[in-house]
């Protein structure tokens, strides 16, 4: 068993880069407190005895030796970057988790016959460059380095070059290490094993997202004197949008969501009919065709919109992620670990992305769930408890074990 | 008359302060653009003979010297602030033509008994600091100097820092200088001029207006794992109060006119449904009843809406300028000059709030007002014709000929 106090403590002490008041983080990816909890996580690791490697895009790989290194390391991680307002768990649990998995067998001498493998990939949240989980996406070969490397933020800072603010870009070519499975811990994000009162839950796969990018172009004119009939608010265009996007996903109740994150008025003014604004979408489904049926909807609704109102609204898609199911084999090991440790489970599907449903179309892959308070994510508020952390790390550690020495 | 080519050339020479690749000018109050326009009108008003003070919310008064120095001056003048996406006549063209006037007496030797003064007001437009035509308020006693030093634009720097940061507060205290009367030129800004093909707008008051802060407060969750009946959307929020916001003004048309200008997410991210909202509404009517009735029916459309979406909704009125009737003999003094000169003319309303509508409560103060192009204000193609702008500037010119010597 891992000790789950030392997993605890290392969550709470790395908490600290980029802590806010309220006890969230705020640790976009690639930004100066990305840059201090990667510097604590190498030495962490090299203290820990393994061998640390990055690669072009800054993923971070920890390698601990196996009998036979002639097999592809068995592999765990996750991410160290947050949302703006993110909490202490996403993504961090599964890194600390995989930290204290190899600290856990140090303590108890225990060599695998496979080595394993500890990663922090590099943007996963995907708030800061789109899209999400990107430096996995380029490891599974679905984006190539430059391509990632050339994405910009809201300021035009690229990939490459905030890589290189925070002496972040490694040697390794992307994509170049082999990984022989991949695990990956997490807290759910969703409500559904605390209601259930389930402590892991058996991730059978992730379901698919689009994500957007738009704008509703109208044009400024006088607050004061320009008359209701003569005006081409872009704002209200938005509204309207932004109430068809949130009914087009009750349309497919329960399953689907749908959210306008970022909207945002060019040259904005309290006195100034808006003339312009840039918003995001994104929209979820467990069903490839439902994704599609979304995105028809959306469409119709901006033209509806755009011709009643005459604004011009533009709708581009960024991104799409194709639903993704585990591998069956894997997903049957994290069941078995739970049950020797006699934890209850319950199978369960991702409304999250995560690096693992890149990796998963590489290598065989799955990942295991640990309830979060009231399902509360990408929230300063998110909280897991200390038990469940230490459970998830448990199963974490047996089914690395099981998958190391099978 | 005055020099319509002179005017004209001094209204393009100025718009390079602050212009915009689009032919606008973005020239917010206390920028280093304002700046630099307010030292080019200090300059060119003293190359014409004038006397320049500054008072302690930096207004600019250039005085001419009359016979009768006992007499309080008869003034004219605007402001030289901008929109963010402001044009090159907003203001500018009353203060420019005042200018004009000036240089035109000079040319002709013309003395008049009562002394002319020319005033540049601060913070006319209220976009980057709330209320709208501050100094001029403060000139009439609405607000105290120390109120209006007080207030912050959105970085959160107050007016007092930004006066110094441009070196334009000055020595005098607001509102020590007597003032005869107040004639104000401007562009309508609105479409009736151009409409019915006059060249002249005798302008007999101003309508109320009323300025709002808001914010919805909903929960920041993840966008992926958040079923939609769970969120708690403060952008959906949001959206349906700006459509209200339309219907309340729709539901007094024509006359009533309602705006939500600024809205601005907090910690805005594609994949967190939004927690948080900043917004501005402006909400205006001829009649003071209308303007009750419609803060009313915001207040309960909130209301509704929060109950409903389980959401935080606040208003807090930051403003409310009542309907402001013109001084009826100098609305005739006005009239009598348009006619005077031939040019076709109509009484008319001010949709927009100006400089004038504030003095209107310390001296007799009237508007002239000269067509705009499609009756498009706040907007970088903002357009007025030269022969319009001389038109507007002859009326100016003897209709202070006609109090000064009265
Ligand atoms: N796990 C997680 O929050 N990932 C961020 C990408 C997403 O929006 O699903
Ligand atoms: N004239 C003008 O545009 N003033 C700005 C204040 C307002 O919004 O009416």
Redesign the pocket.
């Known amino acids: 068993r891992i000790d789950g106090s030392r997993l605890w403590a290392t969550l709470m002490e790395t908490a600290a880069f980029g802590g806010t008041p309220a006890g969230g983080i705020n640790r976009l990816t690639l930004s100066p407190e990305d840059g201090q909890v990667r510097d604590w996580f190498r030495a962490a690791c090299e203290t820990a005895g393994l061998e640390v490697g990055v690669d072009a895009l800054g993923t971070q790989y920890a390698l601990r030796r196996g009998r036979d290194m002639s097999r592809p390391p068995v592999a765990c991680g996750s991410?160290l970057d947050t949302?703006p307002t993110g909490g202490k768990f996403?993504?961090i649990l599964g890194v600390l988790a995989g930290l204290e998995v190899m600290r856990s067998l140090d303590d108890a001498g225990i060599e695998t016959e496979a080595p394993l493998l500890l990663v922090n990939w590099t943007n996963?949240?995907?708030s800061r460059f789109a899209p999400?989980?990107m430096a996995s996406a380029a490891y599974a070969g679905e984006f190539t380095t430059e391509e990632i490397l050339a994405k910009r933020d809201a300021a035009g800072v690229s990939v490459a070059e905030a890589l290189d603010a925070i002496g972040c870009r490694g040697p390794e070519p992307v994509g170049a290490r082999a990984i022989g499975a991949f695990v990956e811990l997490?807290i759910e994000?969703g409500p559904i094993l605390e209601a259930e009162g389930k402590t892991i839950g058996v991730v059978e796969g992730g379901q698919g997202?689009a994500w957007f990018d738009g704008a509703v172009t109208g044009f400024e004119s006088h607050a004061g004197t320009t008359p209701m009939p003569r005006r081409r608010d872009a704002l209200l265009g938005l509204a309207e949008l932004a109430l068809a996007v949130e009914r087009i996903a009750q349309g497919h109740a329960p399953s689907a969501v749908a959210t306008m994150g970022e909207a945002v008025i060019g040259a904005p003014s309290r006195n100034v009919v808006p003339g312009q604004i840039r918003f995001t979408l994104?929209m979820?489904d467990p069903k490839s065709e439902t994704l599609d049926a979304m995105e028809t909807a959306l469409r119709e609704a901006a033209a509806e919109i755009g011709a009643r109102r005459n604004l011009a609204l533009q709708i581009e898609r960024i991104w799409r992620k194709e639903p993704v199911p585990f591998d069956t084999g894997l997903v049957a090991a994290v069941d078995a670990a739970a049950e020797a440790l006699g934890h209850s489970r319950r199978r369960i599907v991702?409304?999250?992305?995560?690096d693992a449903c890149n990796l998963a179309g590489r290598v065989p892959t799955t990942m295991i769930f640990v309830p979060c308070k009231d399902g509360v994510?990408?929230n300063e508020s998110e909280s897991a408890t200390p038990a469940d952390c230490a459970a998830g790390a448990d199963v974490l550690l047996h089914t690395l074990l099981a998958l190391a020495n099978a």
């Open positions: 991410h949302q996403d993504g996963e949240e995907g999400a989980m997490h994000q997202i994104d979820r991702s409304g999250a992305g995560h994510s990408h």
